[in-house]
């Protein structure tokens, strides 16, 4: 069984950085790729950025280009995303999430890390 674990979330003012964590436990856990996700208020749950385990191909969503950065260290199984430039509208839940083989769903969740950006 695979275990999502997220840190790293706060209050911050805009144009801040947050620095978000999230270890995996679990025997060989080597998924396809990871990724963050976020649940904005009143909101659906939306993609932020993924990460391929094995090579590192990364993803992100239009708004956060350029803003935030999304790592990975295989020898910890922990997954990161490096947030600068924050604003009000990136005030979320923040959950990360393994899909464990290339193709099927995102089946592994954390159980999320608040973020609230201050104007």
């Known amino acids: 069984q695979v275990q999502l674990v997220e840190s790293g979330g706060g209050l911050v003012q805009a144009g801040g950085s947050l620095r978000l964590s999230c270890a995996a436990s679990g025997r060989t856990f080597s998924p396809y790729a990871m990724g963050w996700f976020r649940r904005a208020p009143g909101k659906e749950r939306t993609f932020v950025a993924s990460?391929?385990?094995?090579?590192?191909?990364?993803y992100y969503e239009d708004s956060v280009k350029g803003r935030f950065t999304i790592s990975r260290d295989n020898a910890k199984n922990t997954m990161y995303l490096q947030m600068n430039r924050l604003n009000a509208e990136d005030t979320a839940v923040y959950y990360c999430a393994a899909e464990p083989r290339r193709g099927s769903s995102y089946s592994y969740w954390g159980q999320g890390t608040q973020v609230t950006v201050s104007s």
């Open positions: 990460i391929s385990w094995s090579g590192g191909s990364t």
